[in-house]
């Protein structure tokens, strides 16, 4: 039986700093990215459309975001495909005894055509027949009652008779997402008896075996930020017999996206903003997301003559969004020398009054000039200050 395997859309996913129009471009472009899986769905005529959670971003979509779900999954009906759902970490409510919290995947199992296993405290699964034979579909949704390094399928197995499949939302060890969250481990994985464990969560693409089962990760479907720039987006095709499973990853382009990291130590230049424009217009493009990084010690002087909202303005102005990173700049500390010229007031004060001493001729003067010291030094000291009672 032929399979499609997508997780982590994250439909309407939220950007603080986008403007309104670039917002909703951006969570277009998320969803021109679904459609994609599921053309190919439609054009190779699977027969099951599994989706490893985190299909939208948030466990309250918008109402856009959740008609365009459905309307996905009626074009997958239309087809003869069935959708196989299971929760992630973002769109999983927290708790489910608070009001409002029914999961956004219960709406869209409304349809006939859609399957939605919460799988929480273990595997869901259930038989299900298709044109090309029966198979098992387990799903264990993103359980936020899991302390940190709990494994989700611990104990767990799998009936022995059919091909299997288990969805899941969670790391495998040795691929966290993060410390301090549940994951699966290896030894579980290779027990539970599933011919092949697709996971969702990991955000990049691997294959991997855990004794006789196969390990999918899907990654997403997008580059969500500038931290995932390196990782490709895609989906895996899969074909499912009892004992063997073929599997292509289909990659999807992204929207281009670009990081620039320019060290601080280059910038001691007359201009360096000049400098970094220059750099900048290498990359710069108005369909991409790029950010530019600063890193390193700047002395003052550079800091000055870099215009900042200049190379702000030029980066917004020529990219679909400009990202500026100054975190991991400092500045230099201004340091005085440790050595220089010691100055003693009372040696200054007493060599001042002995040059006057000898230009004078008068007596009388010379006494004035002692008498000028002796009073000079003392208020130097501190000495004879009259405390005021008011």
Known sequence: MKI???ADNH????????????LERRR????????QVVDYALDNEVDLFL???DLFDQPDPRNVEIAFAMGEIKRLEA???RTVLIGGNHDTPKSSNAPGSTAPHRILSHSSAVLY?????GPEAVRLSTCRGELIVGGVSSDSGLQPGDDPLQGCSFPGNLPSVLLMHCSLSGHGWMAGEPVASRESLSACGADAVLLGHNHRAFRERAGSAVILSAGATERLDFGEIDNNPGFWALELERGEVRADFIPLTPQPMHRLRIAA???ALDDPTSFVLKRLSKVVDERS???LDIEGMLDRVAYHRLRLTDIWRFGTERSFYFDLGLNGMTLAEEEFPTKGISVDPEEELRRAAAEMISSRCEDNERLLVEEALAASLTRLRGEGRVRSND
């Open 117 to 121: 296993l919460a799988g929480i405290g």
């Open 11 to 22: 439909l309407g996913c939220y950007y603080a700093r986008m403007t309104p129009a670039q």
């Open 289 to 291: 997301l790029l950010r």
């Open 51 to 53: 989706q490893g959670g």
């Open 265 to 267: 130590e280059e910038l």
């Open 28 to 35: 277009l472009l998320l969803r021109q990215a679904l459609s």
């Open 79 to 81: 087809g003869g495909i």
């Open 4 to 6: 499609v395997f997508t």
